[in-house]
C-alpha cells in the first residue's frame, strides 16, 4: 500500500484536519498522480455536511485533480512519468453497460464509483484530491495540455464539464438566449462557454456586486434577481436557463424567463427537493431537464477544447489551512470564482 497524507472530515460536524491513510499499489492498468492543485466544489461542503446522502467518513474530499504521472503501472499505455494529467469526479465504471459504451459513465447503470466518498470494486472507500497522490487505472485519467496555467485548468475537471456538458448536449449557440442562473464556480464556465459557443448570455445572480466582474467574463447582459423590475424586463425571454444555484430558490419565477419551448436545465444540486407548479411548464409547452457531470470522452473533448481556445477557469489559490474560511465565502456566494487548493501546502 502507499502511504499517503491529505485533509479529511471525520464525520458531518467535524472540520477537516490533516489525516494519513494508504492508496492500493499501483496495478497493471494504474497510473499514480502527484497531485499539484485540486479545486473546491461546492459538491465538497454537500458531501462533507451529508447534505444528499449519509456520507462514508474518513472523508477526503476533492475531484478536480490535477498533478503529474510518477508511476505507471506494467500495462499502462496512455502516459508516461512526468505527463500531466487530472481525475474529476469518477475513478471507475462498471465499463459494459449502454451507458458507458456509449462513453456516458457518468449515468453508469451498475453505479460508477466516484472519486471520494464512493467505494471501489474492490469494496475500499475513495478518497479524493484534497491530498498528495491518487492511484487510478489510466482510462479515467485525463491527459492535460502544458500550454495553460495547472492551476486554473483544476476546475475544468467538475466546474467545466458539468457546464460543457450540457450546453453541447441541448446545441446551444448562435441564435439562442442562454441565462446562467448563479455565478459561481459552475455558473462563470457556463458563461464562458456559453460564450464561446455563440450564445447571448445573461447571468442572473443575487450579487449586483459581480455585475462588472459577469461582463468581464463575458457576459452580455446581468440580471440582479432581487430587483423586480430586472426580472420583469427578461420574462419569456430566455431559449435556455443553465441553473447552477446550490440552495432553494424559486423555481416557478425562474420558469416564468423562459420563453415558448424553452428549457431549463439542473445542475445545481441544493439538499432539499424543488417544490414546481404543473402550470409552470405547461403554460409554454417548456421543459426541465438536468444533467450530471460528464462522460470521459467528454471531459477530455472539453479539455481539448479548452486548451484550443485557451478557456480556463478564474481561481483563487489557497493554502489548505484555510478551507474553512474558503467554505464559508462559498457559502456566501463570495467566490471568484473558485478556490483551488495548493497541495504542496498540505
Ligand atoms: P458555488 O461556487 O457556491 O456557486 C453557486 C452560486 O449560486 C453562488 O455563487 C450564487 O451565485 C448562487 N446562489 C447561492 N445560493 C443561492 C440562493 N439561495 N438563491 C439563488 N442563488 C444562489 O457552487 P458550485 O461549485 O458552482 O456548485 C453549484 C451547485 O452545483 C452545487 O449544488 C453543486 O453541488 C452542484 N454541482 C452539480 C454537478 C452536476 O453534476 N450536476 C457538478 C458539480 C456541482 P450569485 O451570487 O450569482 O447569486
Ligand atoms: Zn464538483
Ligand atoms: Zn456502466
Known sequence: MIASK????????????PWNFERRE??????QIEIQFCGVCHSDLHQIKNDWFPGIFPMVPGHEIVGKIIKVGSESKKFKIGDLAGVGCLVDSCRTCENCQEGLEQYCLNHNVGTYNSKGK???PTYGGYSNNIVVHEDFALRISNKLSLAAVAPLLCAGITTYSPL???KVGKGHKLAVLGLGGLGHMAVKFGVSFGAEVTVLSTSPSKEKEAKALGAHK???????????????SFDFILDTVSAEHDMNMYLSLLRTNGTHIIVGAPSDPHSISAFSLLGGRKSLAGSGIGGLPETQEMLDYCAEHNILSDIEIIDIKDIHKSYERML???VRYRFVIDIATL
Do not use: C, E, M
Open 332 to 334: 456566501k456566494g463570495d
Open 26 to 31: 499501483v496495478g497493471a492498468h494504474d497510473v
Open 122 to 124: 474492490d469494496g475500499l
Open 222 to 236: 446581468f440580471v440582479v434577481t432581487s430587483d423586480p423590475a430586472q426580472i420583469a424586463a427578461v420574462k419569456g
Open 6 to 17: 491529505g485533509y479529511a472530515a471525520q464525520g458531518p460536524t467535524t472540520n477537516l484536519a
Open 168 to 170: 453541447r448536449y441541448w
